[in-house]
Protein backbone atom coordinates (compact mmCIF):
# COMPACT_ATOMS: atom_id res chain seq x y z
CA UNK A 1 0.00 0.00 0.00
CA UNK A 2 1.19 3.49 -0.52
CA UNK A 3 -0.26 6.75 0.15
CA UNK A 4 0.70 9.52 -2.35
CA UNK A 5 2.00 12.88 -0.98
CA UNK A 6 2.78 15.38 -3.69
CA UNK A 7 5.54 13.43 -6.02
CA UNK A 8 6.56 11.48 -3.08
CA UNK A 9 5.15 7.74 -2.28
CA UNK A 10 5.00 6.68 1.23
CA UNK A 11 4.91 3.76 1.95
CA UNK A 12 2.49 1.50 4.46
CA UNK A 13 4.07 -1.78 4.41
CA UNK A 14 2.49 -4.88 5.09
CA UNK A 15 4.04 -7.73 3.09
CA UNK A 16 7.58 -7.82 1.57
CA UNK A 17 8.40 -10.21 -0.92
CA UNK A 18 11.89 -12.06 -0.99
CA UNK A 19 13.60 -13.25 -3.99
CA UNK A 20 17.03 -15.12 -2.82
CA UNK A 21 19.03 -18.36 -3.83
CA UNK A 22 17.63 -22.17 -3.21
CA UNK A 23 21.77 -22.22 -3.01
CA UNK A 24 23.52 -20.81 0.51
CA UNK A 25 26.20 -19.77 -1.17
CA UNK A 26 29.85 -19.72 -0.09
CA UNK A 27 29.50 -17.57 2.88
CA UNK A 28 27.96 -18.33 6.06
CA UNK A 29 27.57 -14.19 6.37
CA UNK A 30 24.61 -15.05 3.30
CA UNK A 31 22.51 -16.92 5.62
CA UNK A 32 23.10 -14.75 9.22
CA UNK A 33 22.10 -11.73 7.43
CA UNK A 34 19.04 -13.62 5.98
CA UNK A 35 18.26 -14.75 9.61
CA UNK A 36 18.69 -11.06 10.91
CA UNK A 37 16.26 -9.47 7.83
CA UNK A 38 13.55 -12.03 8.26
CA UNK A 39 13.78 -10.98 12.55
CA UNK A 40 13.57 -7.39 11.58
CA UNK A 41 10.62 -8.14 9.10
CA UNK A 42 8.68 -10.52 11.86
CA UNK A 43 9.55 -7.77 14.48
CA UNK A 44 7.85 -5.09 12.53
CA UNK A 45 4.93 -7.40 11.99
CA UNK A 46 5.20 -7.42 7.97
CA UNK A 47 3.95 -10.61 6.38
CA UNK A 48 7.11 -12.40 4.23
CA UNK A 49 6.10 -13.94 0.82
CA UNK A 50 8.70 -16.54 -0.87
CA UNK A 51 9.85 -18.67 -3.23
CA UNK A 52 8.35 -21.77 -0.63
CA UNK A 53 11.85 -23.40 -0.82
CA UNK A 54 13.04 -25.61 2.13
CA UNK A 55 16.50 -25.65 0.61
CA UNK A 56 19.42 -22.60 0.54
CA UNK A 57 18.43 -19.21 1.40
CA UNK A 58 15.01 -19.91 0.68
CA UNK A 59 14.95 -22.36 3.38
CA UNK A 60 16.81 -20.08 6.04
CA UNK A 61 13.95 -17.57 4.97
CA UNK A 62 11.05 -20.40 5.94
CA UNK A 63 13.25 -21.77 9.38
CA UNK A 64 13.24 -17.88 10.24
CA UNK A 65 10.29 -16.62 9.82
CA UNK A 66 8.59 -20.05 11.73
CA UNK A 67 11.10 -19.60 14.60
CA UNK A 68 10.45 -15.41 14.40
CA UNK A 69 6.42 -16.31 14.66
CA UNK A 70 6.33 -14.02 11.22
CA UNK A 71 3.33 -15.10 9.42
CA UNK A 72 5.10 -16.36 5.92
CA UNK A 73 3.46 -17.34 2.81
CA UNK A 74 5.27 -19.86 -0.03
CA UNK A 75 4.57 -20.06 -3.47
CA UNK A 76 5.55 -22.46 -5.36
CA UNK A 77 5.62 -24.44 -9.00
CA UNK A 78 4.02 -27.43 -9.09
CA UNK A 79 7.39 -29.04 -10.63
CA UNK A 80 9.23 -27.94 -7.33
CA UNK A 81 6.52 -29.23 -5.29
CA UNK A 82 7.11 -32.79 -7.00
CA UNK A 83 11.07 -32.08 -6.62
CA UNK A 84 10.57 -32.23 -2.72
CA UNK A 85 12.23 -28.89 -2.18
CA UNK A 86 9.17 -27.21 -0.66
CA UNK A 87 8.96 -26.34 2.94
CA UNK A 88 5.53 -27.49 4.30
CA UNK A 89 5.21 -26.10 7.66
CA UNK A 90 4.57 -22.58 6.56
CA UNK A 91 1.65 -19.79 7.02
CA UNK A 92 0.20 -20.54 3.74
CA UNK A 93 1.46 -22.43 0.34
CA UNK A 94 0.22 -21.99 -2.90
CA UNK A 95 1.57 -24.18 -5.97
CA UNK A 96 0.74 -23.07 -9.05
CA UNK A 97 1.69 -24.05 -12.86
CA UNK A 98 4.20 -21.74 -13.54
CA UNK A 99 7.59 -20.35 -12.89
CA UNK A 100 5.24 -17.29 -14.80
CA UNK A 101 2.18 -17.69 -12.48
CA UNK A 102 4.55 -17.65 -9.63
CA UNK A 103 6.33 -14.46 -10.01
CA UNK A 104 2.26 -12.90 -10.99
CA UNK A 105 1.15 -13.89 -7.41
CA UNK A 106 4.13 -12.90 -5.91
CA UNK A 107 3.93 -9.56 -7.17
CA UNK A 108 0.00 -9.10 -6.44
CA UNK A 109 1.08 -10.13 -2.59
CA UNK A 110 3.38 -8.04 -1.99
CA UNK A 111 3.92 -4.55 -1.21
CA UNK A 112 7.92 -4.00 -1.54
CA UNK A 113 10.33 -6.90 -2.65
CA UNK A 114 13.98 -7.36 -0.90
CA UNK A 115 16.99 -8.70 -2.93
CA UNK A 116 19.24 -11.28 -1.33
CA UNK A 117 21.60 -12.80 -3.12
CA UNK A 118 20.64 -15.55 -5.04
CA UNK A 119 21.85 -16.44 -8.80
CA UNK A 120 19.62 -16.56 -12.31
CA UNK A 121 16.32 -17.43 -10.95
CA UNK A 122 16.78 -14.46 -8.67
CA UNK A 123 17.97 -11.92 -10.57
CA UNK A 124 14.90 -12.52 -13.09
CA UNK A 125 12.46 -12.04 -10.62
CA UNK A 126 14.67 -8.86 -9.50
CA UNK A 127 14.22 -7.06 -13.19
CA UNK A 128 10.62 -8.28 -13.73
CA UNK A 129 9.60 -6.07 -10.50
CA UNK A 130 12.05 -3.27 -11.22
CA UNK A 131 10.46 -2.94 -14.85
CA UNK A 132 7.07 -3.23 -13.81
CA UNK A 133 7.92 0.27 -11.55
CA UNK A 134 9.80 1.78 -14.42
CA UNK A 135 6.91 1.34 -17.00
CA UNK A 136 4.62 2.74 -14.02
CA UNK A 137 2.37 -1.03 -14.02
CA UNK A 138 2.48 -1.12 -10.25
CA UNK A 139 4.46 2.00 -7.94
CA UNK A 140 6.21 -0.81 -5.33
CA UNK A 141 9.76 -0.58 -3.56
CA UNK A 142 12.40 -2.65 -4.55
CA UNK A 143 16.07 -3.16 -2.42
CA UNK A 144 18.80 -4.95 -2.80
CA UNK A 145 20.56 -6.26 0.14
CA UNK A 146 24.16 -6.35 -0.45
CA UNK A 147 25.54 -8.64 1.78
CA UNK A 148 29.37 -8.40 2.05
CA UNK A 149 29.38 -6.44 -1.41
CA UNK A 150 27.51 -9.22 -3.38
CA UNK A 151 25.54 -6.89 -5.83
CA UNK A 152 28.70 -4.44 -5.95
CA UNK A 153 29.31 -5.47 -9.43
CA UNK A 154 25.32 -5.59 -10.15
CA UNK A 155 25.04 -1.91 -9.18
CA UNK A 156 28.44 -1.03 -11.34
CA UNK A 157 26.43 -2.63 -14.51
CA UNK A 158 23.27 -0.23 -13.24
CA UNK A 159 25.56 2.87 -13.07
CA UNK A 160 27.19 2.08 -16.27
CA UNK A 161 23.99 1.67 -17.99
CA UNK A 162 23.11 4.85 -16.57
CA UNK A 163 26.22 6.08 -18.68
CA UNK A 164 25.52 4.60 -21.52
CA UNK A 165 21.90 6.22 -21.65
CA UNK A 166 20.28 2.60 -21.37
CA UNK A 167 18.59 3.59 -18.29
CA UNK A 168 17.88 7.16 -16.27
CA UNK A 169 19.22 8.05 -13.74
CA UNK A 170 16.25 8.40 -11.80
CA UNK A 171 14.99 4.19 -12.59
CA UNK A 172 18.44 3.78 -11.40
CA UNK A 173 17.94 6.04 -8.22
CA UNK A 174 14.84 3.88 -7.82
CA UNK A 175 16.84 0.59 -6.73
CA UNK A 176 16.96 0.87 -2.77
CA UNK A 177 20.66 -0.36 -1.98
CA UNK A 178 21.97 -1.47 1.84
CA UNK A 179 24.37 -3.54 3.64
CA UNK A 180 22.17 -3.92 6.99
CA UNK A 181 18.59 -4.82 7.40
CA UNK A 182 17.15 -2.07 9.37
CA UNK A 183 18.54 0.09 6.81
CA UNK A 184 17.05 -1.28 3.76
CA UNK A 185 13.63 -1.67 5.43
CA UNK A 186 13.89 2.11 6.26
CA UNK A 187 14.93 3.10 2.96
CA UNK A 188 11.91 0.99 1.21
CA UNK A 189 9.45 2.52 3.46
CA UNK A 190 10.82 6.25 2.73
CA UNK A 191 11.08 4.99 -1.35
CA UNK A 192 10.03 7.86 -3.74
CA UNK A 193 8.49 6.52 -7.19
CA UNK A 194 10.68 8.18 -10.23
CA UNK A 195 7.98 10.39 -12.20
CA UNK A 196 9.84 10.68 -15.37
CA UNK A 197 8.83 8.03 -18.56
CA UNK A 198 11.93 5.42 -19.60
CA UNK A 199 12.33 6.29 -23.15
CA UNK A 200 14.96 9.01 -23.55
CA UNK A 201 14.90 9.49 -27.52
CA UNK A 202 11.09 10.79 -27.94
CA UNK A 203 8.35 12.08 -26.24
CA UNK A 204 5.74 9.93 -25.34
Known amino acids: MAKIQGSR ?3 SIKSVCIFCGSNTGGNPIYAETTRALVRSLAAAGIK ?3 GGGKVGLMGVVAEAAIAAKAYVVGITPRRLLEHEVVHKGLSELHVVESMHERKVMMTQLSDAFIVLPGGMGTLDE ?3 VLTLTQLGVHRKACGLLNVAGFYDRLVGFLDHAVAERFIRA ?3 GMVVVESDPQRLL ?4 NWTMPEVSKWMDQKV
Do not use: D, K
Not at 186 to 189: K, M, T, V
Open 48 to 50: IIF
Open 170 to 172: EHR
Open 186 to 189: AGLQ
Open 126 to 128: TFE
Open 9 to 11: IHM
